[in-house]
């Protein structure tokens, strides 16, 4: 298993700003996820994050809007770029591997 | 690529009665199948899961069998309570790390 802790925990923003979340994890893991769970949604991936490369982002995803560092394999951060309203979600990272993925317990934004 | 589809909801309950959420996915090969639980205000918790067709997890009192036949995953429980309600999430990892999530169902279970 793995524990994840997540901060911040949540945060009220403004438009324009740009948010740092971060993410460690209690054990060495050759990949972290990022997503993003919009209100009511269900959870979109923003991108795959490896020790020591670029992140890999899905469709849709940036990396000037989220850059991604990854420093060593236990920690990563997401920033969320030049704020919106409509960036406004709970964001997550998460990591595992085929028979079960671990989940920190999100950072709630709220742009305004 | 890999979805997965999950019934909308809310579903409104009463105490004590029976709960099915149903789960359908598509994929190739042969994946893993996942129900995550997000309770009021915190994070995704795994809730069962199920590796190989015809696999049963269970887990608080909630089931759900892996049926290869029907692509289907559907999350049972024979007698819900006030504490499960709560958003629960269909996903399905195939051969890799990442997570495919249905769209979630909310689950309100009234006394």
């Known amino acids: 298993s793995a524990v994840i802790s997540q901060k911040p925990s949540r945060d009220i923003c403004q438009r324009g700003t740009s948010l740092t979340i971060q993410c460690q994890v209690d054990?060495?893991?050759?990949?972290m996820f990022w997503y993003r769970q919009q209100p009511g949604q269900s959870l979109t991936l923003i991108a795959t994050a490896n020790q020591g490369s670029e992140a890999t982002y899905e469709s849709g995803f940036v990396i000037d809007k989220f850059p991604i560092s990854r420093p060593n394999l236990t920690f990563s951060t997401l920033t969320v770029s030049n704020m919106s309203p409509e960036d406004s979600s709970i964001y997550l990272c998460?990591?595992?591997?085929?028979?079960?993925?671990?989940f920190g317990q999100g950072t709630r934004l709220t742009v305004v | 690529g890999d979805s997965v589809t999950q019934m909308e909801g809310p579903v409104t309950l009463s105490e004590e009665a029976f709960l099915t959420i149903n789960c359908t996915y598509t994929a190739t090969g042969y994946p893993s199948l996942f129900w995550y639980v997000q309770y009021p205000g915190e994070g995704l918790q795994l809730l069962l899961k199920?590796?190989?067709?015809?696999d049963k997890g269970s887990n608080k009192g909630f089931e759900a069998t892996y049926r290869k036949e029907t692509t289907s995953f559907h999350l049972e429980k024979g007698s819900v309570q006030v504490s499960d309600s709560a958003v629960y999430f269909c996903?399905?990892?195939?051969?890799?790390?990442?997570?495919?999530f249905g769209g979630g169902t909310r689950l309100m279970v009234k006394p």
């Open positions: 998460s990591v595992g591997g085929l028979t079960e993925a671990f």
């Open positions: 054990s060495q893991v050759t990949m």
């Open positions: 199920a590796t190989k067709a015809d």
């Open positions: 996903a399905l990892n195939n051969a890799g790390n990442m997570l495919t």
